[in-house]
């Protein structure tokens, strides 16, 4: 049988979007960074993970959170296709069902500042997602 279901705990990378759709319904975006398993030369890795919900009460408790609150998401993946049928766009995306603020003790990721994204105590201010210029369509 097939599934698609999916679960996220990471970080809210930036502050929530939301957009009116010409149907009436407002769609809430956000991103979520996700931590990799650290790479063979030591360096940490990220995933920026683009999310969506057109469900209030899950667009509310996102809105509720700040920038680099942890957060856990349930919900389905999803591909949309934009744009006139010369130039499709294709985008991923997880369409939210559900989300909470997520209170474990976790730890602090082992990023190692670098450049103008840290102050003089070493504590990260930002986190700038590493952007995927494509995706490949798969099979």
């Avoid at 650290?38 to 969506?52: K, M, Q, W, Y």
């Avoid at 603020?101 to 201010?125: C, K, M, Q, R």
Wanted: aromatic share 6%; with cysteine.
């Amino acid at each position: 049988m097939d599934r698609n279901e999916v679960l996220l705990v990471g970080r809210l990378s930036a502050g929530v979007e939301e957009q009116s759709l010409p149907s009436g319904d407002t769609v809430t975006k956000w991103r979520i960074i996700v931590c990799r398993r650290r790479h063979r030369r030591g360096a940490a890795l990220t995933d920026s993970i683009p999310c969506v919900t057109f469900d209030p009460e899950t667009a509310a408790v996102v809105r509720g959170l700040k920038p680099r609150d942890y957060l856990e998401v349930t919900g389905s993946f999803r591909c949309r296709v934009f744009g006139p049928s010369a130039a499709k766009i294709w985008r991923y995306e997880v369409e939210v069902s559900s989300a909470k603020p997520y209170e474990a003790d976790l730890p602090e990721p082992d990023i190692v500042p670098d450049g103008p994204t840290h102050t003089p105590n070493g504590s990260v201010v930002a986190l700038i997602p590493r952007q995927v210029a494509y995706l490949a369509q798969a099979g």
